[in-house]
T-cell receptor
Framework: DAGITQSPRHKVTETGTPVTLRCHQTENHRYMYWYRQDPGHGLRLIHY???????DKGEVSDGYSVSRSKTEDFLLTLESATSSQTSVYFCAIRETSGPAGELFFGEGSRLTVL | QKEVEQNSGPLSVPEGAIASLNCTYS??????FFWYRQYSGKSPELIMSIYSNGDKEDGRFTAQLNKASQYVSLLIRDSQPSDSATYLCAVHSGTYKYIFGTGTRLKVLA
């Protein structure tokens, strides 16, 4: 158990509304990631963080922003949700004990934008 | 060309057989490779990681890596119905970048 909690686990919202997903970890990992998973596309990186206030974009970052003001929390915000952002969102942490580090995932947040 | 490619399946094998899952990748500088299992509606679960050419065994699972051919595979021996899931291949390239394949769906028939 990598101690990762995502909230909310399920959310239905309307187009144009802001949405924030939260990822909380309890083990002081430096690296945190947000992925989205869609049929036919697999897991795609949205944003990642390599420390407090240190974040960078992934391959599908348009329409998303992130913040990390504390080690344990990594927030993903959709400023104005669109139907194309309907997806399952996974947070991951990177264990750095191995040669490259292994990713461990939270339980996911299923977002539906109507 | 996708960075990490997997056959989407489904791959159907009878119970007790060996399931062979394959993955190819395009970035020659990739150093680390991972296999995840994902049950429907659940999050990916790490089952194997491999960093060096050759085989790595863990219980019923064997990961095989061939960097020259840019190929990584996962063998599941004595397949069980509970192994039915989607298996994701992931490749680590660079300091932060983990690229995932779209997964192979495995069905183990009782």
């Amino acid at each position: 158990d990598a101690g990762i909690t995502q909230s909310p686990r399920h959310k239905v919202t309307e187009t144009g509304t802001p949405v924030t997903l939260r990822c909380h970890q309890t083990e002081n990992h430096r690296y945190m990631y947000w992925y989205r998973q869609d049929p036919g596309h697999g897991l795609r990186l949205i944003h990642y963080s390599y420390g407090v206030k240190d974040t960078d974009k992934g391959e599908v970052s348009d329409g998303y922003s992130v913040s990390r003001s504390k080690t344990e929390d990594f927030l993903l915000t959709l400023e104005s949700a669109t139907s194309s952002q309907t997806s399952v969102y996974f947070c991951a942490i990177r264990e750095t004990s191995g040669p490259a580090g292994e990713l461990f995932f939270g339980e996911g947040s299923r977002l539906t934008v109507l | 060309q996708k960075e990490v490619e997997q056959n989407s399946g489904p791959l159907s094998v009878p119970e007790g057989a060996i399931a062979s899952l394959n993955c190819t990748y395009s970035d020659r500088v990739s150093q680390s490779f991972f296999w995840y299992r994902q049950y429907s509606g659940k999050s990916p679960e790490l089952i194997m990681s491999i960093y060096s050419n050759g085989d790595k065994e863990d219980g019923r699972f064997t990961a095989q890596l061939n960097k020259a051919s840019q190929y990584v595979s996962l063998l599941i021996r004595d397949s069980q119905p509970s192994d039915s899931a989607t298996y994701l291949c992931a490749v680590h390239s660079g300091t932060y970048k983990y690229i995932f394949g779209t997964g192979t769906r495995l069905k183990v028939l009782a």
